[in-house]
């Protein structure tokens, strides 16, 4: 386990102004030289404390990225009820913004999350430059709806995807692609019945764009 996982979501915590209310982002610096930066977007209902969040936010300091934990505006106001798509969209590439002008110029982005904040990093991926995109539980379908699937998001960067999904998940299951990677984990849409294997997978990956990264169990 990772300092960044035995600290949890804390970390360097600032505010950052959006078209839609500010938004948070909690830092969590790089073990050693930075390589790269990764931010990492919360799901609908949930905060940037969810264990799979952490586990992967963890996975990736020890790899030497700077992560960023962001908290879209309306959960930052209160409210539980996600924004709009484009608003959350909206708000999360004015966070990209400034972590980019905060940031070495030659690091690479890499953007993430889980359930709709993956929506949110695939939809965005082109436009924010991002390097890399990293799917947590990244919701195919409303549960019993297959036929509205969101299938068009997550084909939509056009840089490498990692898709960490759980085998139950009743959001759904997605099928590799050229430049998509999925790994299917024992567990639900949650993703914490198999925290080894998500440490793993993001780690596999991870060490395929920076060099081999260790993973605690």
């Not at 020890?62 to 924004?83: F, I, S």
């Not at 379908?141 to 969101?150: I, N």
């Amino acid at each position: 386990m990772t300092a960044a996982e035995r600290a949890g979501p804390t970390g360097a915590i600032a505010e950052i102004a959006t078209p839609h209310g500010p938004a948070r982002i909690t830092r969590h610096d790089a073990d050693g030289e930075a390589r790269g930066v990764l931010l990492l977007g919360h799901g609908a209902g949930g905060g940037v404390g969810a264990p799979d969040l952490v586990a992967a936010a963890g996975v990736a300091v020890a790899a030497g990225l700077h992560v960023v934990l962001v908290e879209q505006p309306y959960r930052v106001a209160g409210r539980r009820a996600p924004a709009p798509a484009a608003q959350l969209d909206t708000a999360w590439l004015a966070v990209v913004e400034q972590v980019r002008a905060g940031s070495d110029p030659q690091l690479p982005l890499l953007f993430g999350g889980r359930s709709s904040g993956a929506r949110v990093a695939c939809r965005t991926a082109t436009e924010g430059a991002a390097a890399g995109v990293l799917c947590l539980a990244f919701p195919v379908h409303p549960p019993g709806k297959p036929e509205k699937d969101r299938l068009h998001e997550l084909a939509a960067p056009t840089v490498p995807v990692l898709v960490v999904q759980g085998e139950s998940d009743p959001f759904g299951r997605p099928d590799p692609a050229p430049g998509r990677e999925v790994v299917m984990l024992r567990g639900n849409h949650s993703l914490r019945s198999d925290m080894p294997g998500l440490r793993a997978a993001v780690a596999g990956w991870l060490a395929q764009r920076f060099g081999a990264v260790p993973v605690a169990g």
